[in-house]
């Protein structure tokens, strides 16, 4: 079954410390997204990579990195500078091509200890 | 910059009353996606629509595209408690991106 994983579903932070989540997706799509939620909230893109070994910035990268080695996976560090991670974590993938819909993973839940 | 708002943020209806929630974006658009995201969940594609004053169906839902590409509507016919979850819109931003709109949540009381 073709879709999108990403773990773990529940993650604590604690005070200066980075932390990596992960995005691993078997649809054979091209681009792939990070998004942001926070409660009550629309969706904010984080980063976003259109093919492997490159990525831009979206609306709220500051206090985020992320890395496109290969096609299948596009982890997410949160850093220590991001001094408020609380959120829901949400990665996509879409085939290459303008407007293009977007399929999506359940979700990271990031919460500060 | 390119903004997409949406109204009502919330609404709670008895099961059978129909719902409609409004997009309205501060730009044309090329094309507009609808999402449905259940509590706890994640966006899931609904639709999307290309064509000015452009109007779909999927069964008890039924999606709208303005004439002047500004604005979109997604409308739900005799609500089930099903339909619960929180209807985003989407437009183009640049290539292969995509700008969220504000989200309506939709609770249904049986």
């Known amino acids: 079954d073709g879709g999108i994983t990403q773990s773990p579903k529940y993650l604590f932070r604690k005070e200066g410390q980075n932390v990596t989540l992960s995005c691993e997706q078997n649809?054979?799509?091209?681009?792939m997204y990070w998004y942001r939620q926070d409660p009550g909230q629309g969706l904010r893109l984080i980063y976003y990579?259109?093919?492997?070994?490159?990525?831009q910035k979206g609306d709220i990268a500051e206090g985020y990195s992320v890395s496109r080695e290969k096609k299948e996976s596009f982890p997410l560090t949160v850093t220590s500078a991001q001094k408020n991670p609380t959120a829901f974590y949400l990665c996509?993938?879409?085939?290459?091509?303008?407007?293009?819909?977007?399929?999506f993973g359940d979700g990271t839940r990031l919460s500060i200890l | 910059g390119q903004q997409v708002m949406q109204i009502p943020q919330y609404q709670h209806v008895q099961e059978g009353e129909d719902f409609t929630t409004y997009c309205n974006s501060s730009?044309?658009?090329?094309?507009i996606q609808w999402y449905k995201q259940r509590p706890g969940g994640h966006p899931v594609f609904l639709i999307q629509?290309?064509?000015?004053?452009e109007v779909k169906k999927q069964k008890r839902l039924t999606f709208q595209f303005g004439e002047a590409k500004k604005n979109s509507s997604l409308h739900i016919t005799a609500t089930q408690t099903t339909d619960v979850g929180t209807y985003f819109c989407?437009?183009?931003?640049?290539?292969?991106?995509?700008?969220f709109g504000t989200g309506t949540r939709l609770l249904v009381s049986p």
């Open positions: 996509a993938s879409s085939t290459t091509g303008e407007n293009q819909p977007q399929h």
């Open positions: 649809l054979n799509h091209d681009a």
């Open positions: 990579s259109q093919i492997v070994n490159d990525f």
């Open positions: 730009t044309t658009l090329s094309n």
């Open positions: 629509l290309v064509k000015s004053g």
């Open positions: 989407a437009g183009p931003k640049g290539f292969q991106k995509l700008v």
